[in-house]
């Protein structure tokens, strides 16, 4: 279990929210229109994933030619989103604290949260699939990895964070 301070709503379940982008490739896909989405993922009471909640943010950042990329950097358009997130999160009651939630993913959204980076599980799965000197250091890292409450945050690719939520 995962402890990480998230939006937790007053009268619904615990829920953790997250901006994310559609990737070119699902922008096929009816789940990614051809806005930026806003994703929250919902947990009961007991931090199992119980829900996923998309909303359109209603417009796109700005971009540096028309096929992009984007400048998610842009203020005004950080303001906006700021200013969009804080609509959602007070319909819904949101209040800050510390919520428990099991590790979980979304493979179609490419969201999630994970305690172990995926090469540490497939070595725990398959170790004599690595290198001597990988059987040899990976179960101390690991073991420091696990002591130290880090854990992989899933939002179109793979973070590692730190216990605190932030990017290691």
Not at 133 to 140: A, G, I, K, R, S
Request: hydrophobic share 35%; net charge negative.
């Amino acid at each position: 279990m995962i402890r990480k301070t998230v939006y937790v709503p007053n009268t619904i379940p615990s829920c953790a929210g997250l901006l994310c982008r559609p990737q070119s490739a699902w922008r096929s896909s009816p789940l990614w229109p051809s806005a930026s989405l806003y994703c929250c993922s919902f947990f009961d009471h007991g931090g199992h994933f119980s829900e996923i909640r998309v909303r359109p943010l209603g417009f796109e950042a700005p971009t540096v030619h028309s096929q992009g990329p984007y400048i998610i950097e842009d203020p005004f358009f950080l303001e906006r989103v700021k200013d969009r997130l804080l609509q959602w999160q007070a319909e819904f009651g949101f209040i800050e604290g510390p919520v428990i939630v099991e590790s979980y993913y979304i493979p179609e959204l490419s969201i999630g949260i994970e305690d172990l980076p995926r090469h540490f599980n497939k070595f725990l799965k398959d170790p004599a699939s690595f290198s001597k000197d990988e059987q040899f250091n990976y179960p101390e890292i690991i073991r420091d990895w696990t002591t130290d409450g880090n854990f992989v945050l899933w939002l179109g690719r793979d973070y590692y964070l730190n216990k605190d939520g932030e990017v290691i």
